[in-house]
């Protein structure tokens, strides 16, 4: 009489390479979700990045005045002649009204880069991006870099802003940088 079964080691080999293998395919797997993690992240900065800059160089580019600010005690104030030309804010005037404009600043207390609109009717503001670790973004320069201490409307935004991204499960802390230059089209 013949057997028609496995042996016990057979099944034991064939047990174990299964194993083996779906160990690997498991492996794989939360490999790869691990880099869509890490590249998902760094996309949305990415986006977020292009967004903001976009819409901030458009309001630049079509304002009828820009000035780089000052905050104290939460107002904004634009910088005087004479003083250097860097701040925390930048206010941005769309009109000749001085009643609607867009200000854009870091604010230190919870580090976040915020956006507020402020028409005749209400006022407006949302957070842009948290966990900033400069102060001051904003600086007025010449054409050649060399940062101004007037209002002249001819020169350069330059914008820096540097944040991280705290560590998260998986995946560990890294920081960013933002830097661009705009300014406002002639008429």
Same mark, same amino acid.
């Given at each position: 009489?013949?057997?028609?079964?496995?042996?016990?080691?057979?099944?034991? /080999?064939?047990?174990? #390479?299964?194993?083996?293998? %779906?160990?690997?395919?498991?492996?794989?797997?939360?490999?790869?979700?691990?880099?869509?993690q /890490?590249?998902?992240?760094? @996309?949305?900065?990415t +986006?977020?990045?292009? &967004?903001?800059?976009?819409?901030?160089?458009?309001?630049?580019?079509?304002?009828?005045? /820009? %000035?780089?600010?000052?905050?104290?005690?939460?107002?904004?104030?634009? %910088?005087?002649?004479?003083?250097?030309? !860097?701040?925390?804010?930048?206010?941005?005037?769309?009109? +000749?009204? *001085?009643?609607?404009?867009?200000?854009?600043?870091?604010?230190?207390?919870?580090?976040?880069?915020? !956006?507020? #609109?402020?028409?005749?009717?209400?006022?407006?503001?949302?957070? @842009?991006? *948290?966990?900033?670790?400069? +102060?001051i973004?904003?600086?007025?320069? *010449?054409?050649?870099?060399?940062? @101004?201490?007037?209002n @002249?409307?001819?020169?350069?935004?330059?914008?820096?802003?540097?944040?991280?991204?705290?560590?998260?499960?998986? &995946?560990?802390?890294?920081?960013?940088?933002?830097?661009?230059?705009?300014?406002r089209?002639?008429?």
């Amino acid at each position: 009489m013949t057997d028609k079964g496995f042996t016990l080691a057979e099944i034991l /080999v064939a047990m174990a #390479v299964f194993m083996l293998m %779906l160990a690997g395919i498991l492996a794989a797997n939360l490999f790869g979700l691990r880099m869509f993690q /890490v590249n998902q992240t760094k @996309l949305n900065i990415t +986006t977020w990045s292009r &967004q903001t800059v976009e819409k901030m160089a458009t309001e630049v580019h079509s304002c009828n005045r /820009v %000035l780089v600010c000052s905050i104290t005690n939460g107002l904004f104030a634009g %910088l005087l002649n004479g003083e250097t030309q !860097q701040g925390p804010a930048l206010m941005i005037y769309p009109s +000749t009204n *001085d009643y609607t404009y867009f200000v854009y600043f870091v604010n230190s207390a919870d580090q976040t880069f915020r !956006q507020t #609109v402020a028409t005749t009717t209400a006022t407006n503001t949302v957070i @842009l991006a *948290d966990s900033v670790t400069n +102060t001051i973004p904003f600086t007025a320069q *010449d054409f050649s870099g060399k940062v @101004l201490t007037n209002n @002249l409307n001819n020169r350069v935004i330059h914008f820096t802003l540097e944040f991280y991204q705290p560590a998260r499960f998986l &995946q560990g802390a890294d920081y960013y940088r933002l830097e661009t230059a705009m300014t406002r089209r002639a008429e």
